[in-house]
């Protein structure tokens, strides 16, 4: 039976929100929370983006050394074959990839100003899959821009087109959150039965229905015949209104009602690593995590009313629908008020190493604890925030990956 995987797109959808974006280490970190839950790739950047080129090889390093295993890191450009090109010129090592191109006529005619027809669109997109399939892709999936306002038959073509050049999945982009769950459900049926591709749902917020169109849709991939591929971003964060959100999509997966009985997930997730991922990405983009939030919202377990309290005191599925240690929240949280000692971009040697003692984490003489000092200075000047501890371990652990990370270079 086909099945339902995630594809997380935080690193490349999230990133692109407005006043919003993430250091090389956090974009790193990112991934490697994603892989502990078991999400099945991370879209991790831009590999035609010079800014990226250390960041992204760095990451598929990691990967080759077993850190980032199994998650897949896929990049995302546009579905022009000079830029696939610039991609595998910058990251020779790239193996999976997503390439996107508009496909309703409002944007083939607005966005290209009557410069490119549809034919247009199937000749450079097919034209950048052969590309990628030179370069030796092992996965490339043909995302079809703005596909909730195309016509349906061109969708088709477009993913058949795709597929004979040997693209593995079409991505439905409801780029502008204007499917609803009846509509979006039919079209990626009728998609999965006349293309017999796997296909994604990418669904943005607009209409506030980013979290429901993404399951109507995975529900018509596999009742079509096909594998799902939900995309989502850490705590929904994304260009406008935001994107389907990770846990909360990961929850409705598994917990709503009859849907995990007939709708697998094809690799299992860890709930347990919700809270950490979600409050980590709180922090890096700084944007609070809204009170209400599935799962992880300070309110999400909270009980007030007399009933409701009573109730979930006498047996918590009175009013819960699943357990906060699920979701690896519970633990107390400890806050400084007194002396707190921070590693900065101004830290001294001394500070340094006490605040990486109370990690237990020694040095093995002060050269050693020196350089990976001004490591930490260097990443703290790139966030312009005080690291958290995964972030102190992951340069004591990695340094030479994370000098890798903290390298960016002038345009020559």
């Known amino acids: 039976m086909p099945k339902i995987y995630f594809i997380d797109v935080t690193n490349r959808d999230g990133v692109q929100t407005a006043k919003l974006g993430l250091s090389k280490l956090e974009k790193t970190m990112i991934n490697l929370y994603l892989n502990e839950m078991g999400i099945f790739q991370s879209e991790f950047g831009f590999p ?13 390093e990691l990967a080759e050394m077993g850190v980032l295993q199994p998650i897949r890191l896929g990049g995302w450009i546009r579905a022009i074959a000079g830029d696939v090109e610039t991609a595998f010129k910058q990251v ?9 191109i508009s496909t309703s006529d409002q944007m083939i005619g607005g966005k290209f100003q009557g410069k490119k027809t549809r034919d247009d669109i199937l000749n450079d997109m ?11 892709a092992e996965s490339i999936g043909v995302n079809a821009e703005d596909a909730s306002r195309a016509d349906l038959d061109f ?19 409801d780029t502008l959150g204007y499917d609803n769950p009846f509509t979006i459900y039919e079209t990626i049926k009728a998609l999965a039965e006349n293309t017999g591709m796997a296909i994604e749902l990418h669904c943005h917020g607009d209409l506030g229905m980013a979290n429901a169109n993404s399951i109507a849709g995975a529900k018509g991939a596999v ?8 995309n989502t971003t850490v705590n929904g964060i994304g260009e406008r209104a935001g994107n389907a959100d990770l846990v909360a999509v990961s929850l409705a997966v598994t917990k709503s009602k009859g849907f995990a009985e007939k709708y697998q ?12 991922i979600a409050k980590f990405a709180s922090y890096a983009f700084g944007v609070p995590i809204p009170i209400n939030q599935t799962g992880v919202g300070i309110n999400a377990f909270a009980h007030s009313s007399g009933i409701h309290a009573d109730g979930v005191l006498k047996d918590p599925e009175n009013y819960e629908l699943f ?16 002396r707190e000692i921070i590693a900065g971009q101004y830290s001294g040697i001394s500070g340094f190493r006490h605040v990486m003692g109370k990690m237990e984490v020694t040095f093995a003489d002060k050269e050693e604890a020196r350089e990976i000092l001004e490591l930490v200075r260097y990443a703290n000047v790139e966030s312009q925030k005080p690291l958290v501890e995964d972030e102190l371990l992951f340069i004591a652990k990695y340094p030479q990956i994370a000098k890798k990370l903290l390298t960016l270079k002038p345009l020559e």
Do not use: M
Request: aromatic residues 8%.
């Open 48 to 60: 035609t983006t010079k800014h990226e080129t250390h960041y992204l090889l760095a990451n598929l």
């Open 92 to 100: 020779p090592n790239l193996r999976h990839l997503n390439l996107s």
């Open 126 to 136: 097919v034209e950048a899959v052969d590309a990628a399939r030179t370069h030796g």
């Open 155 to 173: 969708l088709i073509k477009f993913g058949l087109a795709g597929k004979e050049h040997g693209a593995v999945r079409l991505r439905y982009c």
């Open 223 to 230: 009742d079509g015949g096909q594998d799902a591929y939900i």
């Open 265 to 276: 997930l094809g690799n299992p997730i860890d709930l347990s690593k919700s809270w950490k």
């Open 323 to 338: 357990s906060y240690g699920e979701l690896g929240r519970g633990e107390p949280e400890f806050v400084e008020t007194g």
